[in-house]
Structures are given as C-alpha cells and as structure tokens.
C-alpha cells in the first residue's frame, strides 16, 4: 500500500488488470475520480477501465443510505466506481427505472442441491447459507460445491448432524422422533465427541454453530453449554432453533429464549435466533421483546423471520410429539400435505407420521407475521426448503408484500434486513462478509437489480416453485447469473464463504 496522502495504489485483484493508481479529489462537494492508466492520464469516463456498467440505476446501499441516481462500474468482480458522471465500459447495461441493491444474504436455506440454487438466484439471492441444521463433514459440503454453484455459499458445523453421527443415527435431514439423536441423553464420552466434531467443523471453516433443540429434545442445557463454549472459542455465532413452542408449563417459549440468552451471556459466543415467528407464533412480539431488551443490554444476539404465515418440518420429527396441538395452538386442519394439498386428520397425520416427509403448518395470523418483519431487529431469511413458497418467493414478497402493498417497512429497511445485516451477522468469523451486504467501491460485485413497482413474489403453497417476478438481473462477482430474469445456464461464479482455516482436533 502507497503511503503517500491522498494516494492508494490497488493492487491487482485480477491478473489481467493493469497497475494503476486512483485518486480521488474533493473540489466544490463534488468528487472527481481520475486514473493513471499506461502512464498517461486520462479522465475515468474516457477510459474503458470496466467489464461492466450499470448505467443509470437508483443506487441503494443500506450501509452508507445512499438512494440516488448512479453509475456502478464493475471489473475483477469488485465494484469500482459508484458514480454521478456517467462510465464506460465492454458492457453496458441500462438500470433505469431499477433498483440497485446488494445481492441478498440467506442465512437460513437448507435446499442446497444444484436444482435448489436458480430459484434463489432468480429471487435476489447472491449468497445462500445453511446455518441451523448444517453440516457434520464441513469439508465435503464445501467440496461438493466448489466451482458448481451460480451463488456463493455457505453452512455451519451442525449439533443435530453431530449428534445423530455420535449417537448412531440413520443420516438424514433431521432426527426422527424415537431415534437415539432425539431421545438419548448424551453420557461424558459422548457429550466430548459432540465437542469435538463441532471443534473440528470450526477449524474447518464452518462459517457458525447450528442447533435444532426442538428436534433434539434429549440434548440437555448442559450439553448446549458445553457446545457454545466451543463456539465462543471461534467467535462463531450460534443459529438456533429454539427448544419449545407454547407459553405454558416448564418448557415453553419464553424457557427457550432465556436458555439461548444465558448461553450466550455466560460463554460469550453470539447467539442468532432462527424463525421467530414460527416458533413464537401468537408470543412473538413478547418473544421479540425479551430478545430486545437482552439485545439493549449487551447480549450479542441476533434474530431472522420469514414473511409466511405457515412453516413447514417433517411430520416424523419430535415437534410433532404428544403435545403439539396443545402447544402449537394449532389442529389437524393446520396441517397440509404438499403432494396432495390435502389438510390433514387424525387419521392421515397418523398415516403420514408413520412414513415421514414435509408437511406445511398453518400456524400464524398474518399481523404476527407484519410484526416479526418489521421489528427493528429482525434480518429475514427464508428457512428454504423445496415445498414451501418460502424457497423461492421470500426476497420478492418482502419487496412486494411488505413494502410496496402494506408499506409495513420501507425499501432501505428491506434492503438492510436482506443484505448488510446478514453480513454483519457474520463478517467478525468471517471478515469477507465486510465486502458483501454494500454498494460500495471495494465491495464484490453481487447485485441484485429489480423494480420497485413490479417485484412480487409469485410462489404458492400449490404452487412453490414459481420464480418471483420484477428482478430482471442478478449478478455474482460481476458476473450474470439472472439476465433480462433469465437464469443464464452454466453460470457458475458462486463462491465458498469460509471462516479462516485451523489446525483441526
Ligand atoms: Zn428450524
């Protein structure tokens, strides 16, 4: 780096780039940018110094509040200029009438399959991670994606994984009810080997902790302890899905959030909690409340929700244990077959909770739902799973629903909870994050450009897979993965996002 005032050298992020020097130089409020390029100056218009311009698009970033009309030129795969005068470049794409936001951050997809990433793609989103089942071998969930993805990636070392592994469980995607994950009570040597396989997954990048306590009912208070004190070695944030639904009896709702609050006040690791509103229903502005005040008093706590008023879980799992109606406040009819659309009995629950699969629950009003998304708090993130209009629908009906049709939030309020508080949640374990969530020179170029008097989300609960509509481009590190909101076939600029690299246990 240059130490010469006012002077920064770049270096070269791209081995194709030329050497340049930047200055920048303040005259009448104006900034003026030049560049020395083959030892001759020359204004920054006149050269073409870009891949890529976005000319002209209503420029937002939640981070510095800029909404205003500007030229965003892109080279490397970095943001280069943020402009008022207009740029050149090999490409140029008219954003007029667009929005120009960060690529969204989905802290909580689970779908992850090739098939599973256009749709997201095709809803804003740049990165998609999967922090609260996650995974028990880190190394081969990164090693399966590499270099195949259209958007950037990530996932947390899991407690269920690691807990179905040390107990002997079938691997799946969640615990069943009745197997050792859920019911056994881990002794000394395997509360250790839970420790051990989550330290090992930290060491190998695992981005955060995840925890399901609802779906690992046996896994005591002592033995989340003894993992958030393995997290808070790593300063990595631990996303939880809370233990209990209800507000009455020993374990309830409110039990759930203050053993989250006291874990992560006591070991110092942050704590995230996962879907509030599905879990809280009708208590989630009291929920909310708990979490703001810990929040106020210096907890590191962090809190995502996802704009349906139904969730939806395999149907063999413990949440839907004796008990389920009464503490869910919900019945039967609650319950929809997305194979069928059927709404469920006691019979056909029984018939299907013998053979497992996901099952849509019915579960909130909608003012819970209006209430979660426009806490001051809240981040969204989808919960993505393939069956649920969440998968594909969350970023545009946020934009859609929430801003333009109820105006419950306003744009630069969505665009934060999409994008930069996502990032931040995780950019002190992983310090890329601090060039994701912004529009900013510097920041990687993943983009999101939609119009504000169109995007909507079109997924149903019939018909989940319908991609959102009114987001005609999507970039990741510069490159198209949504153009003219045509998923571009091939496009694989997706990136790993990684926490950096330990000797493991
Ligand atoms: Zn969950």
């Known amino acids: 780096m240059s130490a010469l005032p006012g002077i920064s050298t770049w270096g070269r992020a791209n081995p194709r780039d030329k050497p340049w020097l930047r200055f920048r130089h303040a005259w009448g409020g104006l900034a003026i940018s030049a560049a020395i390029v083959g030892g001759s100056l020359v204004p920054r218009a006149a050269a073409q110094e870009f891949d890529l311009v976005l000319r002209g698009g209503r420029v937002m970033d939640p981070e510095s509040g800029l909404d205003a009309v500007r030229d965003v030129g892109i080279r490397g795969g970095v943001i280069r200029a943020v402009s008022g005068q207009r740029l050149t470049g090999a490409v140029i794409v008219d954003a007029q009438g667009l929005v120009v936001s960060p690529g969204f951050i989905d802290l ?33 969930w990164y090693a399966a994606r590499e270099g195949r993805t259209p958007i950037n990636f990530a996932v947390s070392v899991g407690h269920i994984p690691c807990r179905m592994a040390v107990m002997g469980d079938r691997p799946d995607f ?127 706590l962090s809190v995502e929700c996802y704009p349906y008023t139904a969730g939806m879980t395999d149907i063999k799992s413990a949440i839907f244990d004796p008990g389920w109606r009464e503490k869910g406040a919900i019945d039967f009819k609650d319950l929809q077959w997305p194979a069928t659309g059927e ?19 019915h579960a909130n009003p909608e003012e819970i739902v209006r209430d979660a998304v426009s806490h001051p708090l809240t981040l969204i993130a989808s919960d993505g799973l393939r069956g649920h209009p969440r998968h594909a629908g969350t970023s545009a009906r946020i934009l859609g629903h929430y801003v333009r049709e109820t105006k419950a939030i306003t744009l630069m309020q969505a665009l934060a909870k999409l994008s930069l508080l996502p990032a931040r949640r995780l950019e ?54 949504v153009r003219d909101g045509a998923i571009q076939a091939g496009a694989a600029p997706g990136r790993p996002v990684r926490a950096p690299l330990r000797a493991a246990p």
């Open 108 to 140: 909580h997809q689970h779908a992850q399959q090739p098939d599973d990433y256009p749709l997201k793609a095709q809803d804003g989103v740049t990165t998609v991670c999967e922090l609260e089942v996650g995974a028990a071998d880190v190394d081969a």
């Open 428 to 481: 002190e374990r992983v310090p890329a994050m601090k060039n994701k969530g912004r529009v900013r020179v510097g920041a990687d170029a993943d983009l999101v450009l939609f119009s504000p008097d169109t995007v909507i989300d079109r997924a149903t609960y019939t018909q989940p897979d319908l991609a959102s509509a009114g987001i005609p481009h999507v970039l990741v590190a510069g490159e198209f993965v």
């Open 174 to 300: 969640l615990p069943g009810a009745k197997t050792g994950a859920a019911t056994r009570v881990a002794d000394a040597a395997q509360l250790a080997e839970v420790c051990r396989l989550i330290e090992k997954g930290l060491a190998r990048g695992a981005v955060a902790v995840g925890f399901g306590l609802q779906y690992t009912p046996a896994a005591t208070e002592r033995e989340m302890l003894a993992v958030f004190r393995v997290a808070a070695k790593f300063n990595a944030p631990c996303h939880l899905h809370m233990r209990a639904k209800g507000d009455t009896g020993p374990q309830n709702v409110f039990s759930s959030v203050l053993e989250i609050i006291a874990a992560a006040a006591v070991t110092g690791a942050p704590a995230h909690i996962c879907h509030v509103q599905s879990t809280a229903t009708r208590s989630t502005p009291a929920v909310l409340q708990v979490i703001a005040e810990a929040h106020a008093r210096g907890v590191n």
């Open 343 to 361: 709404r469920l009995t006691e019979e056909s629950f029984a018939r299907y909770r013998q053979t497992g699969g996901l099952v849509i629950v």
